[in-house]
C-alpha cells in the first residue's frame, strides 16, 4: 500500500506541476498566446483552460475533495490531454508536440489507477 501511495502522490503531484503551476505561470506570457492562436483557437479560450485546469488540480490534490469531483477532474484532463494531442496533430503534423499530451495522459492514468487502488484499500479497511 505504501509504494502505491507513493505512485499515487508522484503522479499526481507531476499533473499539478504541469496542469496546474506551469500554465498559472506561463499563460499570459506571449509565447503562450501564440501557441493557442497557432492552434487555431481564440485567445479568451486559453484563458479559460487556465481557470479550469488550476481547479482540477486543486481537486485532485486536496484530499477532502468528493471523489465524484475527482472523477470529474480526471476525466476532464483526459479530454484536455486527447484533445490537445489531436489539435496538434491535425496543425502540425506528425510530431513531439502532438505526443506530449499523450505522454502525460499516460502519468494521469497511473494517477487514476493508484487513486482507486487506495480508495478500494480504504473500503476493505473500514
Not at 7 to 24: D, H, K, Q
Not at 68 to 97: C, L, M, P, T
Amino acid at each position: 500500500m505504501k509504494t502505491t501511495k507513493i505512485i499515487f502522490w508522484t503522479t499526481t503531484i507531476l499533473i499539478f506541476l504541469f496542469e496546474g503551476v506551469m500554465p498559472a505561470l506561463t499563460s499570459q506570457t506571449e509565447l503562450a498566446k501564440e501557441g493557442i492562436k497557432h492552434l487555431g483557437y481564440p485567445e479568451y479560450f486559453g484563458n479559460a483552460l487556465v481557470v479550469f485546469k488550476i481547479l482540477g488540480v486543486l481537486a485532485l490534490i486536496i484530499p477532502q475533495v468528493p471523489g465524484r469531483i475527482k472523477e470529474w477532474a480526471y476525466a476532464g484532463f483526459a479530454f484536455d490531454f486527447i484533445f490537445a494531442s489531436i489539435s496538434h496533430f491535425a496543425v502540425d503534423g506528425i510530431g513531439f508536440q502532438g505526443f506530449f499530451p499523450l505522454i502525460v495522459f499516460a502519468v494521469l492514468i497511473v494517477s487514476y489507477v493508484t487513486y482507486h487502488r487506495i480508495q478500494r484499500y480504504k473500503n476493505i479497511a473500514l
